[in-house]
């Protein structure tokens, strides 16, 4: 390998060690301090509770007005409970636990339901979830539809995906599987108690990535100088796209509320500015497709020179590059994608508006979308050329080809002396393989005559 590249990155990703770990222990937020910033307020109203019941019966969609909102409150009922002999538009449940005014006996009530929530398959047998009311004295008690209880299926995909990984990528996989859960627990113990506490999204973000980063890729792709090269240029593309990101996030006058989850959260955590919060989410949204894309490209670079050892730098650069560009396409394509699908209600509600195209795109919600997309994707482009330059550089460097060493080392019988072969590794896969087939045979009269010459003396 190059000695002078490898030792200057090394020395760079040492420095980023250790500027990640100096930032971890000096951005790392107190509970306390992380805490106080949220206040006192609660989920629900004082006295509400969630009880988990079991669903004994759904029934159809009401007709007419009603089909949009479920049946109609029983009368003198708070909340959603409909009367015993509603026939549609609400579902009877059985409560997992007695209430406060049922005794012993588990309760059993009607509840309004969505109209989407009925045509979803849910059935006898599922689980949901109710959120119940606090009433005064001599009221019924008051319900509504909270949530159906996904846990059974969720956890049977997650243990598919579990077991899918280990035996298919084996060892590899399952030490990917570590290192994403040790990245989760960044993002949980670090980045998210770091932002409510008011902290910089920008250094919480460029901290947590760099942190997950070196983690994630020696864990699974273990400790090498080919790991090192992907590392190299993941953080460089990390830096792209933070820095295009607090750019693009400034000239657009980008908010970063553009839902109702975004404005509750802004009026939740007042010491948590919004802008922050989308320039830390564009650079954590592009980590998974640029780790993907650096570690190809330095694998690729050392699947060429192990294929062509006589392969120089600058062709080996070309090769990887030409493995670079067609991974860049794909890649494109998996991002806008990507995005497109998780904004795909908000793509159909602002085509059912019928406004032009260009009023679209320049929406709160739609330019966040495209700045997050436009920003890793300008990072994830760049990143290839230097992870192909780096790894080039480190790389072992080219070697004479075999046939060129042994080119005239024949015997005139066809045979390889002895001291043609390599002295220090020995007899090639070539001069096994021409070994192994025999003499080469003649080439000229006077070398077939001298031939049967030497045979018959």
Not at 5 to 15: F, K, N, Q
Not at 142 to 161: D, E, I
Not at 174 to 180: E, K, M, R, S, T
Not at 338 to 356: D, N, S, W
Request: glycine share 10%.
């Amino acid at each position: 390998m190059s000695v002078l590249s490898r030792v200057a990155m090394t020395l760079l990703l040492v420095v980023a060690a250790a500027a990640t770990v100096f930032g971890l222990v000096t951005h790392w937020p107190g509970d306390t301090r992380a805490t106080n910033q949220v206040g006192t307020a609660d989920y629900a109203a004082p006295g509400v509770t969630f009880p988990v019941a079991e669903v004994v019966k759904v029934l159809p969609l009401c007709e007419g007005a009603d089909a949009t909102t479920g049946a109609k409150p029983a009368p003198g009922q708070g909340g959603d409970v409909v009367s015993s002999d509603a026939t549609c538009g609400a579902m009877t449940v059985q409560l997992e636990q007695p209430s406060a005014t049922s005794g012993d006996v588990r309760p059993t009530v009607s509840v309004s339901i969505p109209p989407a929530v009925s045509t979803s398959g849910l059935q006898q047998g599922d689980t949901v979830q109710l959120l119940r009311m606090p009433t005064e004295k001599g009221q019924p008690e008051a319900y509504s539809f909270l949530q159906v209880q996904r846990g059974a299926p969720l956890s049977l995909m997650l243990a598919l995906f579990l077991v899918v990984v280990a035996v298919v990528a084996r060892w590899r996989g399952v030490l990917a599987l570590v290192g994403l859960g040790i990245g989760g627990l960044v993002v949980v113990k670090f980045m998210l108690p770091a932002l409510v506490s008011g902290q910089s999204g920008l250094l919480v973000a460029l901290i947590g990535s760099s942190a997950i980063m070196f983690v994630v890729l020696y864990l699974a792709h273990g400790l090498s100088i080919r790991t090192s090269t992907a590392l190299a240029g993941t953080l460089f593309g990390v830096a792209i796209t933070a820095g295009l990101g607090l750019l693009a996030v400034d000239l657009a006058r980008l908010s970063g509320v553009a839902d109702d989850e975004g404005a509750l959260l802004a009026g939740f955590v007042t010491s948590m500015k919004p802008q922050e919060l989308l320039t830390c989410a564009i650079i954590v949204a592009g980590l998974g497709v640029l780790n993907d894309v650096t570690i190809t490209q330095s694998s690729a670079v050392w699947e060429l020179r192990a294929a062509a050892p006589s392969l120089g730098r600058r062709d080996l650069f070309r090769s990887g590059m030409r493995i670079g560009r067609d991974h860049i396409a794909s890649t494109i394509y998996t991002i806008v994608f990507a995005y497109a699908g998780a904004a795909l209600p908000v793509l159909l509600l602002l085509f059912l508006y019928e406004r032009p195209v260009l009023d679209l795109l320049q929406t709160e919600s739609m330019s966040e979308e495209i700045v997050r997309t436009l920003a890793s994707a300008i990072g994830l482009v760049l990143a290839v050329p230097v992870t192909t330059a780096i790894a080039v550089l480190t790389v072992g460097a080219a070697q004479e080809p075999v046939a060129a060493r042994g080119a005239e080392t024949h015997e005139p019988d066809g045979s390889i002396p002895v001291h043609a072969h390599d002295e220090r590794n020995g007899p090639t896969a070539a001069d096994l393989m021409t070994a192994a087939g025999g003499p080469r045979p003649p080439t000229t009269r006077a070398e077939a005559r001298a031939r049967m010459s030497r045979t018959g003396s």
